[in-house]
């Protein structure tokens, strides 16, 4: 039976995350301190991640922004604008670096250009999960939003995110993502978002750029008043190159195996990408590395278990069974 489980998740693997070459926007690649932010202030106008270029609109006069920026915060516990780039879990998906969204009607529009590879196909999606701002705003209200469901709890109060895609400047499709809802019968089954789930984005079909913007049910004589903030990690896309070639030509060492806090990969072509995947073939990290004979891995937030270990260079990739302890 274990050796059925093993060969079905290979062929699982196979099957599904190695036909199409994935590139992910994990943002550790931008080399964030420790509880630290950037917020566009050196008017670049934005910053590149995986095959993506994430839009950023700092205005100098105000020493305001919107659109994208990328933190390391971890505060999950300070209402207010002053806690606007926390996410409300205190850290990443399984890292801690992760871009945070403002979408401001003051500011430009809130939007991804995908680049490389990646420009005019389909993209797979995200992980989201709401800012603490966000959050402790619709939790408690504050003094311009309402506490969601109100006094009684019985208010139809949502909060919705919706991406468009487009392709050349022609809409292709919008995916819709609730951050809160609270329009159920039943109000146990009311929430408001507090871990990273998962945003599909494959039905918007191929497309070279992503808007992003927000609506609620609490508007006010200025518009919405719930914060517009989201947090992202994973931003995934599809390379579109076809299926990637395993090849044993490269000679690899990946070093200890088993491994608790990290791994070491030492590779005699240039790494390009590091994926893990789980024994259901779900990719659950990616990393783009800049063309390194050796990288050092962290594995500290990836729960113990067996996963499949893939590194992909110039020449192809080679996978390999992880076991973390």
């Known amino acids: 039976m274990k050796i059925f489980t093993y060969l079905l998740a290979i062929v699982v693997l196979l099957n599904s995350a190695n036909i199409f070459g994935q590139t992910t926007s994990s943002f550790d690649d931008l080399s964030l301190p420790a509880d630290s932010f ?3 202030a050196d008017g670049s106008g934005g ?11 700092y205005n100098a006069s105000w020493q305001s922004w919107s659109g994208f920026s990328y933190s390391t915060k971890t505060d999950s516990i300070t209402a207010g604008y002053t806690n ?3 996410s409300i879990t205190g850290s990443g998906y399984l890292s801690s670096a992760y871009a945070v969204a403002f979408v401001s009607s003051y500011g430009g529009p809130t939007f991804i250009g995908l680049r490389n590879l990646a420009k005019g196909k389909s993209v797979n999606g995200f992980r989201i999960c709401n800012s603490t701002y966000s959050y402790l705003s619709m939790r408690d209200g504050d003094a311009v939003a309402k506490k969601f469901g109100g006094v009684t709890g019985n208010d139809p109060d949502w909060f919705r995110l919706t991406v468009d895609g487009y392709q050349e400047g022609v809409f292709t499709d919008s995916v819709d993502f609730y951050l809160a809802d609270f ?9 408001i978002l507090k871990t990273w789930e998962w945003v599909d984005l494959t039905n918007l079909g191929p497309v070279d750029s992503l808007v992003f ?8 004589s200025w518009g919405m ?12 896309t599809s390379d579109g190159v076809g299926i990637q070639q395993a090849t044993m030509d490269i000679k690899m060492a990946i070093y200890p195996n088993p491994a608790t806090d990290f791994i070491q990969i030492e590779s005699s072509d240039p790494i390009n990408q590091i994926q893990i995947f789980d024994q259901t073939g779900r990719l659950i990290r ?16 990836i729960p113990s278990g067996i996963y499949f270990l893939k590194v992909v260079t110039n020449k192809g990739y080679q996978m390999q069974k992880l076991v973390i302890e």
Do not use: H
């Open 38 to 40: 950037w917020n566009g």
């Open 47 to 57: 910053f590149n991640s995986g095959n993506a270029f994430f839009v950023n609109d």
């Open 84 to 86: 606007e780039f926390s």
């Open 183 to 191: 329009r159920f019968s039943d109000n146990s089954q009311d929430y």
């Open 213 to 220: 913007r927000f609506s609620s049910s609490d508007i006010g």
């Open 225 to 236: 008043n719930t914060p517009s903030y989201f947090c992202m990690d994973d931003f995934t």
């Open 286 to 301: 990616a990393l783009v590395i800049e063309n390194e004979l050796f990288t050092k891995v962290n594995l500290k937030e």
